[in-house]
């Protein structure tokens, strides 16, 4: 292919996507003295979120290896019918990790529990029963056991993955506002 066909081509080229640009490009022309319409603007979604997870305590001083904490909620207005948490935490730091149901769903239905202790990923969802009614105020929905293998003056943490939800009565989307972890300490001994 010679020089001069390829330089051909690649004008035509040049010529043929700025005339595809234009032909798509939206067309924004009003005839002058024409009235605009206006655009409507979009309703705001209500914010139907107020749920608040927490790990209590937080921080936790640690006493003894074998230790606790609990997954604590504060619905506000939101009436609850279920929680899925997903949290993480160092599996070289903690082991012997177990998580049950709290008191807040009065016999609850535990839909998931899975502890992946290598990755350190605790998957456990909960939620009323079809015949039960849904749940407003606060309370423990789930608590955590573990044994701590922190060194004396270390830390870890148990974090809330953003895969965490909880849903409620008429709402598709989750209503949790916010999630927070908790920090383990170990005391530091002189």
């Not at 929905?141 to 953003?162: R, Y």
Request: no cysteine; proline share 8%.
């Amino acid at each position: 292919m010679s020089i001069r066909t390829l330089i051909l081509i690649i004008v035509l080229s040049v010529v043929a996507g700025i005339a595809v640009f234009i032909a798509v490009s939206p067309k924004n022309e009003t005839p002058q003295g024409a009235p605009q319409a206006s655009i409507p603007k979009p309703t705001p979604t209500p914010n139907i979120a107020f749920t608040v997870l927490a790990i209590m305590p937080n921080p936790l001083t640690i006493s003894s290896p074998s230790t606790s904490v609990d997954v604590s909620i504060d619905t506000q207005t939101n009436k609850v019918t279920a929680v899925q948490l997903e949290l993480s935490y160092d599996p070289k730091q903690l082991t012997n990790v177990n998580i049950v149901q709290g008191t807040f769903f009065d016999n609850p239905i535990v839909l998931l529990k899975k502890i992946d202790e290598k990755k350190g990923i605790i998957s456990f969802a909960l939620g009323i029963s079809p015949s039960q009614t849904a749940k407003m105020g606060t309370g423990s929905v789930a608590t955590i056991t573990f044994t701590s293998n922190l060194v004396k003056g270390t830390k870890t943490e148990i974090k809330m993955l953003p895969e965490t939800l909880v849903t409620a009565e008429g709402v598709a989307p989750s209503v949790l506002k916010s999630s927070s972890g908790t920090t383990i300490m170990s005391p530091i001994v002189n």
